[in-house]
């Protein structure tokens, strides 16, 4: 099993590696390697590279800030995917199950119907994101005598649907010429216009979030065990559940903040990565991190390069998910468990 899972790792970071060096060389300004590896290698050093300034412009003033910010976001939402998937013992949860992302799209396009700055819309989506969680976490805790999980579930759906019907009113009422294609446009998920200090801001919140993922990544393979059998092993896993969805919660609503609602990713990357390294969250997790931020960066390479006009992220993750899902679906020899 440690041999499967160092080749599991392996095999994620070289792809993850690969895919670092293309979305870095191609574009409408390719990079030949040798000048990429200059460029880098002078930054790095602090030593004059020699190169035309205008391709050390696109590599570190362009390419490099939304590369990390690829990688940030796709790793954030697949390791937040795996959690939720142990969580609630459901290989079809995604990271918006509880209802992030339709909260952060609530504060998102209330901030651009009152035509707020970049940085007021980011924290509308941000705090509306982890509200819509709090709401969902607090009215599941209020109803008695049900499987919690099973009422988080629910509540997480009627309130991401009564969300959705927020966002559809803003959208009804908004400017047609002005605000409406603006909100249409970050519903759809992209990180063309993001900006060094946006990343820069939501990494730590990302890395909070993980933290605990990690610490707690023993204890979160009890949790796709019935309650009473982790708590005949000791494990208070309400505790543990609060912390994970909250942890979750924060990665989540990181990256739509920055990102807008990208799908696909939470769902899908976490099957592959259990099919290199099977279920335990401790080989689990580093996996889907690796294998996330690649689709993700891939999935930004090809939505900037295989047309004109640049694809909406979230459209492509759906198009280039949906049959890998099938895929694995169908070629799956045991349970994902």
Known sequence: MARRTALGLAAAGAATFALVAIAFSVGRYPVAPGDLAGILWAKLTGSPSGIDATLEVVVLGIRGPRVLAALAIG???????????????????????LGVSAGAAVGA???????????????????????????????????????????LVLAGVVVGSLLGACVALVKYLADPYNQLP??????????????????WAAL?????????MWLLRWRVNLLSLEDEEARSLGVETRRIRVVVIAAATLMTSAAVAIAGVIGWIGLVIPHFARMLVGPDF????????????????AVDTL??????????????????????????????????Q
């Open 182 to 199: 603006a909100i249409t446009y970050w519903l759809l998920g992209s990180i063309a216009a993001t900006a060094p200090a946006d990343v």
């Open 109 to 151: 396009v209330l901030g651009i119907f009152v035509s707020a700055s970049a940085i007021v819309i980011q924290g509308f989506a941000f705090a509306f994101g982890l509200a819509a969680v709090g709401v969902v976490y607090f009215t599941a805790s209020a109803v008695r005598g049900h499987d919690p999980l099973l009422v």
């Open 303 to 336: 939505a900037r390069t295989v047309a004109r006009i640049e694809i909406p992220l979230g459209v492509l993750t759906a198009f280039v998910g949906t049959p890998l899902f099938l895929w694995q679906l169908a070629t799956a020899r045991r349970g994902w």
């Open 75 to 97: 790793a954030a939402l697949a390791a937040a995917g795996a959690a939720y998937q142990n969580l609630f013992r459901n290989p079809l949860v995604s990271p918006d199950i």
């Open 204 to 212: 730590p919140l990302m890395l909070l979030g993980l933290i605990p």
């Open 282 to 297: 401790s080989r689990l997790l580093p996996v889907s991190i690796l294998l996330g931020a690649g689709f993700l960066l």
